[in-house]
């Protein structure tokens, strides 16, 4: 035998050993190894590449065995998880007098009241200064495009009427409570006042929701009008208070006009009294069977209330007060 056959023996046999040897050694030791260290490099690749697989394959198995339950339409019932190092915990699940589930977190159950139905729907101020004139022919003024753009369809005039009438009550609210951090002075209760105005008419808007969906130019008409009331009206309570307060008035005067009508095509049969959406029975405490004509008359009852606390804070004003001289009509809806 010659010596390049021998070589080429010893050679083998060396290699087989370091293939044994390597693959004995743990995927610890070979991983800190460089790659490029001599003939090591790729046993020590085989092993790692098998201990990555059957690894991966693990986590695999563990993964799909903690994930969420699925629904039987596929999807994933989401689960909330509350971490407690905050010390914010999830309320325990509440209950109707009845016992049952409350399944609403917009609003809790003492959070809903029983309409005052029986309150003056017929009550108008009538304008006397420059102010007031200017403030009730601005409202008349808006009211012309409205009917012709919707016409009769009092459920989306509805969704687009509350849209603007929760604006006024969140801004005066706002901006009082501002003016109470610079001045470091109290607000009679103003602040929380008109913010539960602003609630209330976004209540409205949630429950119309479940009655009429707007077109897509309808959510864009909504989105312009939002954006231009707002800082007209944002201006306007800045400028003079008073004359806010009586632009809102007038509003909810026509408010309570719109939906009477609404009322009288519902008695008609013009429109389909259907029942009326959960939320509102909840909200208001109407009955089960309640209809949609139950929804529109408490509905209009928030407006006439809101009506007055408008009015009245405008004469406020008017008599060379601020609002925090006079008590708040807190709960007044």
Not at 223 to 243: D, E, H, M, R, T
């Amino acid at each position: 035998m010659s010596s390049r056959m021998a070589g080429s023996v010893l050679l083998r046999h060396a290699g087989a050993s370091r293939l044994f040897s390597a693959t004995a050694t743990s995927p610890a030791a070979a991983a800190a190894r460089p790659f490029l260290a001599g003939g090591e490099s790729v046993p020590g690749a085989w092993v790692r590449l098998m201990s990555t697989s059957a690894g991966s394959q693990a986590k695999q198995e563990a993964a799909k065995a903690a994930a969420p339950p699925k629904d039987k339409e596929g999807g994933e019932k989401k689960e909330v998880v509350v971490n407690s190092y905050w010390g914010i915990e999830q309320a325990k699940k509440l209950v109707r007098e009845d016992g049952t589930e409350w399944k609403w977190s917009c609003f809790r159950p003492w959070e809903t009241y029983t309409a005052d139905t029986s309150i003056d729907l017929t009550k108008h101020h009538v304008p006397k200064t420059m102010l007031d004139k200017i403030a009730y022919w601005t409202v008349k003024s808006l009211r012309f495009p409205t009917d012709i753009f919707f016409q009769r369809r009092y459920g989306c005039r509805a969704m687009m009427l509350e849209t603007v009438a929760a604006v006024p009550g969140m801004v005066g609210g706002m901006l009082l409570h501002l003016r109470s951090l610079r001045r470091f002075e109290q607000s009679g209760g103003w602040i929380r006042a008109l913010l539960e105005e602003a609630e209330n008419e976004r209540m409205h808007l949630m429950t119309f929701m479940e009655v009429a969906q707007p077109r897509w130019y309808e959510r864009a008409l909504v989105i312009a009008v939002q954006g231009v009331f707002f800082n007209a009206y944002f201006f306007g309570y800045l400028i003079s208070p008073k004359f806010a307060h009586r632009v809102v008035g007038y509003l909810e005067e026509e408010a309570v006009h719109s939906y009477t009508e609404f009322l009288k095509d519902l008695e008609a049969g013009k429109i389909d009294d259907v029942p009326a959406p959960s939320i509102a029975i909840d909200y208001w405490r109407l009955p089960a069977n309640a209809t949609l004509k139950d929804v529109v008359t408490v509905v209009r009852a928030d407006e006439a209330h809101h009506r007055d606390v408008n009015h009245f804070a405008s004469d406020v004003y008017y008599q060379g007060m601020e609002l925090k001289a006079t008590p708040a009509p807190i709960g007044y809806h």
